[in-house]
């Protein structure tokens, strides 16, 4: 851990979160966790059911559901801390829902046109506007027609989840945070979006942070750190490899090995 | 043909002392049972007769019979439109309020048998204290498709009056959109009639009000046939001192075996001042119905918040945003060249002209044809 933290005072690093602990109002649920991701890389967030992945994707995104008790969030040279979620996605992080939010009265139109205004390096004419959702429309397979729908109201689990790349690819963050993307998409669903996400790897150069069970969304990216979580804490990190060893043997060691981390 | 003229800024009035009174009205003291409003005397010019066949004097409107009787006497003559059986009509059928010229239309249309139609009613235009109004009356034979579009645009000066009436048989669907985007009195009076089995309504209502506009919406749904169902979904943004008032009644009568009716709201109020009133009421007479109301009244719902902001929109912003979208739904779905000029027109008059040519622009409108 005491690596991990020294690499996060590396200069070049893009995230670096130092001894963050947060939870709910009653309930600490993410313990003193330390890690850094570099501009351009892809790292993979690990970890069983409840272990705080997705918690920590949220407070990274600055959620207020989450209150951060100690500890910090640096993110492109500048304490993103005490930062709400709108200006922290503004600096250029972004999340991918596990279950986006449906918005009812909103066209997807709208609201893609509206989140693009935000960012004054992509404010551009509407006429290009509509070409290049129409191009990431056709690279994401969606029919036109859910652009004039309300946002995902009445999608599939797969339409929400091509919907948020959609907004990847048209806000090039410099770092996303895909929470369980692949969840509840079936083969051809999940092809898509993992072509949406070498997509966004490949025009954006950005930095990705995937929390997944599922290696198969994996496939097409090159994973530079794997990072293993277990009940709130941050127990392993290591290369690409660990993500076989997990794939074969589980979290059982990491979860074992918990108790004795916290004693030493 | 025409027997009466109403001409804009003439002296003589009248009130209309009950408008959008609902089927079963509460305490008084409420001030939610009706509206009253004050419109031009229709001056006398001439006889007509027949203006519409005798079956649309059958067709409930919302607006109550003081505000019918009002309307079709201003009217003076009326537009009767026959789409015939099977037919699909693919042109929509226009029907077009100049407020600017207190227009009053009246408007018959009979879907016969198996046909589709789409109807598009636009009040736009503005002329200080005037009054405008539309009737539409709709009947729906047997499986015929219907889509109607209303469109309330007049500018903050302007009072409108618009009245639906629908009549639907055995398996009819009903689709309606409603769009309320300004006037500084308006009332919006529906009444749908589902008398055959299997007859569907669905309900898209939406509206925005600021300044000291004043809304009054009076949705009724009769429930006769069995296995009929309705589905009304309103959705609202109320600013400054704006007062709504929305009155919405499924009434499940005797007989509505197997029927089912929803109605949901949701107001999203960023004025301090707002008034907001909503009279939700399900009527039953009769066992094996569903009925269902839901409401969400006040801010923006706090997944909802915290999504946009994950998007990079604050709580000004995604208010924004709601109050664009309205706007962009209404040009999406109101089809008419016409209509999408008016809702253009009230874009530019809320949203700022630049936000409302760059609505133009991402839909693919073009200004010109619009």
């Known amino acids: ?264 | 043909m025409a027997n009466t003229i109403i001409t804009a800024g003439q002296a003589d009035t009248t009130t209309l002392a009950h408008v959008n009174v609902p089927p079963a009205q509460t305490w008084n003291y409420l001030r939610i049972n009706d509206i009253s409003l004050t419109v031009p005397e229709p001056h006398f010019v001439g006889d007509v007769y027949a203006r519409l066949p005798r079956l649309f004097d059958a067709v409930e409107c919302g607006v109550g019979d003081e505000a019918l009787t009002w309307i079709t006497r201003a009217a003076g003559d009326a537009t009767y439109l026959e789409v015939k059986a099977g037919e699909v009509r693919e042109e929509p059928i226009y029907v077009d309020i100049d407020a600017s010229c207190c227009d009053v239309a009246d408007t018959g249309v009979l879907v016969r048998t198996g046909a589709s139609a789409t109807i598009v009613t636009c009040a736009h235009g503005a002329a200080a204290d005037a009054t405008s109004a539309s009737l539409l009356r709709v009947i729906a034979e047997r499986d015929a498709q219907v889509k109607i579009v209303e469109v309330v645009a007049c500018d903050e000066g302007q009072q409108h009056l618009d009245a639906v009436g629908i009549e639907a048989a055995e398996g009819a669907r009903i689709e309606m959109r409603q769009y309320a985007l300004g006037g500084a009195k308006v009332a919006c009076g529906l009444c749908c009639n589902l008398a055959g089995n299997s007859a569907r309504f669905t309900l898209d209502s939406r509206y925005q009000a600021a300044g000291t506009d004043v809304l009054d919406i009076n949705h009724v749904v009769r429930q006769r046939g069995r296995s009929t169902r309705c589905d009304i979904v309103t959705t609202g943004i109320l600013a400054d001192s704006a007062r709504k008032t929305m009155r919405e009644t499924i009434d499940l009568i005797h007989g509505a075996k197997f029927a089912e009716g929803s109605e949901i709201e949701t107001v999203l109020v960023t004025g301090d001042e707002v008034v907001n009133k909503t009279l939700p009421v399900i009527l039953c007479d009769e066992e094996d119905v569903a009925g269902n109301h839901g409401a969400s009244i006040g801010a923006i719902s706090p997944e909802q918040l915290s999504f946009l902001a994950a998007r990079g929109l604050s709580e000004e912003a995604a208010e924004q945003l709601f109050s664009r979208a309205l706007f962009d739904d209404a040009l999406i779905h109101a089809t008419c060249p016409a209509a999408r000029e008016a809702v253009l027109v009230r874009a530019s008059e809320v949203l700022g002209e630049e936000t409302s040519r760059d609505m133009a622009e991402v839909l693919g409108i073009d200004a010109k044809e619009a």
Do not use: W
């Not at chain 1, 919907?163 to 410099?174: G, S, Y």
């Open chain 1, 1 to 264: 851990m005491r690596d991990m933290q020294e690499r996060g005072i590396m200069s070049d690093q893009l995230l670096t979160i130092s001894g963050l602990s947060a939870g709910t109002e009653d309930k600490p649920i993410l313990h003193d966790i330390s890690l850094s991701v570099g501009a351009g890389e892809t790292h993979v967030l690990m970890g069983p059911n409840g272990a705080g992945k997705s918690t920590l994707g949220h407070v990274i995104m600055g959620d207020p559901v989450f209150q951060v008790s100690s500890g910090s969030i640096t993110f492109d040279g500048a304490d993103v801390t005490e930062l709400g979620p709108d200006k922290r996605s503004l600096a250029g992080i972004f999340l991918s829902y596990q279950a986006p939010v449906e918005v009812p009265g909103v066209p997807l139109y709208s609201f893609l046109r509206t989140i693009c205004q935000m960012r004054p390096e992509l404010k551009t004419t509407a006429r290009k506007f509509r070409t290049r959702v129409g191009e990431i429309a056709e690279q994401l397979e969606i029919d036109q027609n859910f652009l004039t729908r309300e946002l995902n109201v009445g999608f599939s689990g797969g339409e929400k989840k091509k919907i948020e790349m959609m907004q990847l690819l048209l806000l090039r963050p410099k770092l996303a945070i895909l929470d369980e993307t692949d969840s509840g998409l079936d083969v051809d669903a999940l092809s898509i979006v993992s072509r949406g996400i070498e997509a966004y790897r490949q025009e954006c150069d950005g930095a990705l942070l995937m929390i997944t069970h599922n290696t198969r969304i994996l496939e097409r990216l090159t994973v530079d750190r794997t990072h293993v979580m277990v009940r709130g804490n941050l127990v392993a990190e290591g290369p690409a490899s660990l993500i076989d060893d997990i794939d074969a043997h589980g979290f059982a060691r990491f979860e074992e090995a918990l108790p004795q981390k916290a004693e030493a």
